[in-house]
C-alpha cells in the first residue's frame, strides 16, 4: 500500500503562484493532479510518468508544470498566472505502472488527502 503526502497548498492573489508536493511512501511509476472545486467533479489537471510522458488539461497548458523526482517519489505541480477559478482541493494520486488513462480516477489506486488551493482576484 502507498500512502500519498500534499503539501503547498494555501492562498494566492490572481497571477501569483504555488508549488504543490506530492511524496509517496512506496514506488510510483504513474503521477497525476486531480482537483475538485465546490458542486463540481473531480477532474485531471495533469499527470507524468517514470517514461517522461507528461499530460496536462487544457485549462492549464501553459501556466503549470508537472514534474516528478523518482529517487525521492515524489512529484511536484508548478502552478503559475493562477486564477480564481483554479480554487479548489488538490489530490495527488499515483499508480504503479503506466495508466491508459491518465484523466480517469478509475486508472489509479493510491490517493493523497487533499490540499486546498484558493485564488483570490
Known amino acids: 500500500q502507498v500512502q500519498l503526502v500534499e503539501s503547498g497548498g494555501g492562498s494566492v492573489q490572481a497571477g501569483g503562484s504555488l508549488r504543490l508536493s506530492c511524496a509517496a511512501s512506496?514506488?510510483?511509476?504513474?503521477f497525476a493532479w486531480f482537483r475538485q472545486a465546490p458542486g463540481k467533479e473531480r477532474e485531471g489537471v495533469a499527470a507524468?510518468?517514470?517514461?517522461?510522458?507528461?499530460n496536462y488539461a487544457d485549462a492549464v497548458k501553459g501556466r503549470f508544470t508537472i514534474s516528478k523526482e523518482s529517487a525521492k517519489n515524489t512529484a511536484y505541480l508548478q502552478m503559475n498566472s493562477l486564477k480564481p477559478e483554479d480554487t479548489a482541493m488538490y489530490y495527488c494520486?499515483?499508480?504503479?505502472?503506466?495508466?491508459?488513462?491518465?484523466?480517469?480516477?478509475?486508472?489509479?489506486?493510491?490517493w493523497g488527502q487533499g490540499i486546498q488551493v484558493t485564488v483570490s482576484s
Open positions: 494520486a499515483a499508480e504503479a505502472w503506466a495508466v491508459r488513462r491518465w484523466y480517469s480516477r478509475d486508472d489509479y489506486n493510491y
Open positions: 512506496g514506488y510510483a511509476y504513474s
Open positions: 507524468v510518468n517514470s517514461g517522461g510522458i507528461t
